[in-house]
């Protein structure tokens, strides 16, 4: 008897953004620290690096739960919009993004004076420390730079594991007891090199019956190792 294809609908992706989804292991252990012990943040503000994919937003959500704060994307504020977003804690994501627009700089820079005259605590999100930014306003300049960084490092294979794990969780994947062992001896060790697997692996797992296997893994590895 022919066995039915399974069809090929991909499912939406719910990132769980709680603390206790968070895996603490010596590569970011120091990092939470920081962002859990807010209320006593040099001058009331903290820069959080890491590559991208580390957790940033991640733990942005969980300073948010913890500090009432509100979360926006540093390109997303505008003149308007500042008064509003002073009125309590914030987070302010990618602001290096905005690095180079000197009336984006300048916007920011009125936002960081206004939260923290306010008596809020401002938290800032980048992949790289402030110095490294390329901010052109030398008064944001030294404000950045007048602010503790915390640092998210590459993971270890503890926190790699886990990375994967709670990636395959997002997508609604329950990937075969011997995948997540595999990918975390032959992989680069890089949050952007699990995202980028987890999400061909989906691809690749959609339609077929035996889901994500150490094999289809394997399969998945070496065509990501291919030159393009």
């Not at 926190?159 to 609604?172: G, V």
């Not at 699990?194 to 061909?200: F, G, K, L, S, T």
Request: aromatic letters at 4%; a negative charge.
């Amino acid at each position: 008897m022919t066995q039915p294809k399974q069809l090929a609908l991909p499912l939406p992706k719910r990132a769980a953004l709680g603390r206790e989804d968070f895996y603490v292991t010596t590569a970011n252990a120091l990092a939470v620290a920081q962002i859990e012990s807010w209320q006593i943040w040099p001058a009331r503000k903290m820069v959080l690096a890491g590559p991208s994919g580390a957790g940033k937003t991640h733990l942005a959500h969980v300073w948010a739960a913890l500090s009432g704060a509100r979360i926006v994307e540093a390109t997303d504020i505008t003149p308007e919009t500042v008064p509003d977003l002073a009125q309590s804690s914030l987070c302010v994501e990618n602001a290096e993004d905005i690095a180079g627009n000197a009336q984006a700089e300048e916007i920011l820079f009125h936002l960081h004076n206004m939260v923290l005259a306010n008596g809020h605590a401002l938290l800032l999100t980048g992949t790289r420390p402030p110095n490294l930014w390329g901010l052109t306003l030398p008064d944001l300049q030294s404000r950045m730079m007048g602010a503790q960084t915390a640092t998210l490092a590459e993971p270890d294979d503890d926190l790699l594991a886990a990375l994967l794990l709670k990636l395959f969780a997002d997508r609604q994947i329950m990937p075969a007891p011997d995948v997540i062992p595999y990918l975390t001896r032959h992989m680069p060790r890089s949050y952007r090199a699990a995202q980028d697997i987890v999400d061909a692996l989906d691809e690749a797992a959609m339609g077929r019956t035996k889901g994500v296997s150490r094999p289809l893994a394997a399969a998945v590895l070496e065509a990501l190792e291919q030159p393009r």
